[in-house]
């Protein structure tokens, strides 16, 4: 991707850092930032605050450490800005998905806000580490993150001296991963985004919470959840498990359907579909989707589904199978804009590097849409802020 911006992409940094340079209200901390993103969005394989600040011809990281630490600026105005941004380039009112999912952060030490011995997906195992909880925004113009909240577990929430030290409001309280990420969708809904669906694995989707609130609000969604999970079949008052009532399905109500390419090709699975949910509201339908892996037939993954009535196999599947997104969007974000290099160990300093890195990923992703129409990017010599 780098090479997609090494030629005339400063005019259109220029014109994608205008959206928030207000919220920089003096001209050295307006400046940090534009060097910031600068580097973010440089070269060099490493992007922390000395080689940010070396990218930017100082001969010390403490003017991007005031930035992330001491500066007056308000990184959830910027998260907002970056996700308008997102908007106008990637947003699509009936094919946007909007995706749940979090991704860790290997740390050392016990002073960086949330750290924690807690599972990390990252590394695939329980290790030293900050996880940080993220709502993507995709479409088939391309996917950036749009949200994020740093998980806090109960060690840190309940003891309010080691908050304070890292600079943890004591108005913050202990929250779950689903909590956050509900937290999100609400924001994401209230300010307007256009969007259709709403996916996330099943550690969101089991969480009834989070299903009621997108049904109150008729938002449809394709949620994974465990093969455990309890569902009201058509029998009125009888409940069974995913796993039990997708067993009881025959062979024929079987599809081979692709929910697109992967890596190595299309993503090809046999896919069924059991009616749950006895009561609906006129216009709506409740389905439990199942995912079987072609080669292993009890290699089964679950989703509970709610969509407007007459919604196709196709397109639940196509909902189901693009978590993939938000997967693109740590991989791009941690190689190329240094989600996940940073040396900084207050709560603030994270959202405003992770805030920052976001914005850097959604300058990427307007340049490929723009590159996918055919628009030329416009050069300039510089940026123009003062």
């Known amino acids: 991707m780098q090479a997609e911006m090494t030629d005339g992409w400063s005019g259109a ?23 910031y993103l600068r580097g973010l969005l440089g070269e060099s394989e490493r992007k922390n605050g000395w080689t940010l600040a070396e990218a930017a011809g100082d001969v010390g990281p403490q003017g ?14 910027v998260r907002d800005d970056v996700r308008d941004a997102v908007v106008e380039h990637l947003g699509d009112p009936e ?11 290997l740390k050392k030490g016990v002073r960086s806000a949330g750290v924690a011995r807690q599972y990390s997906g990252t590394a695939g195992r329980i290790e030293n580490s900050q996880i940080g909880v993220f709502l993507a925004y995709g479409s088939g113009k391309g996917r950036a993150l749009i949200d994020r909240e740093l998980y806090l577990p109960k060690d840190w929430t309940s003891d309010r001296e080691r908050c304070r030290s890292a600079g943890i409001g ?25 969007f259709g669906w709403v996916t996330a694995d099943e550690l969101y989707g089991q969480v009834s919470r989070i299903r009621l609130w997108l049904e109150e609000h008729d938002i449809p969604h394709v949620l994974a959840v465990p093969k455990s999970q309890m569902v009201m079949t058509m029998e009125f008052f009888e409940q069974a498990k995913a796993q039990e009532l997708v067993g009881q399905l025959p062979d024929s109500a079987w599809t081979s359907v692709s929910c697109g390419n ?13 009616a749950i949910r006895p009561w609906r509201r006129a216009g709506w339908d409740h389905w439990l989707l199942a995912r079987r892996c072609l080669a292993d037939s009890t290699d089964i993954a679950y989703y509970i589904c709610f969509c407007p009535a007459g919604t196709s196999l196709e397109e639940l599947v196509s909902v189901a199978g693009s978590r993939w997104m938000v997967e693109e969007c740590f991989q791009t974000a941690k190689n190329e804009t240094g989600l996940d290099h940073y040396q900084v160990r207050s709560y603030t300093a994270w959202y405003r590097h992770i805030t920052l890195s976001m914005a850097a990923l959604a300058f990427l992703a307007a340049l490929r849409e723009k590159a996918k129409r055919g628009v030329s990017t416009p050069v300039a010599n510089g940026p123009s802020y003062p």
């Open 64 to 77: 991007m450490q005031r930035l992330l630490n001491h500066y007056l600026w308000d990184a959830d105005a």
């Open 170 to 194: 004591e108005d913050v309280e202990f929250a779950t991963k689903p909590d956050l990420g509900l937290r999100m969708l609400k924001r994401a809904v209230a300010s307007g985004l256009p």
């Open 13 to 35: 940094f220029d014109e994608f850092v205008a959206r928030f340079a207000g919220r920089f209200g003096r001209v050295e901390s307006r400046r940090r930032m534009v060097s």
């Open 262 to 274: 992967g890596a190595h090709g299309p993503r090809e699975y046999h896919w069924a579909t059991a």
């Open 95 to 105: 094919r946007g998905i909007l995706i749940l999912d979090e991704t860790g952060f």
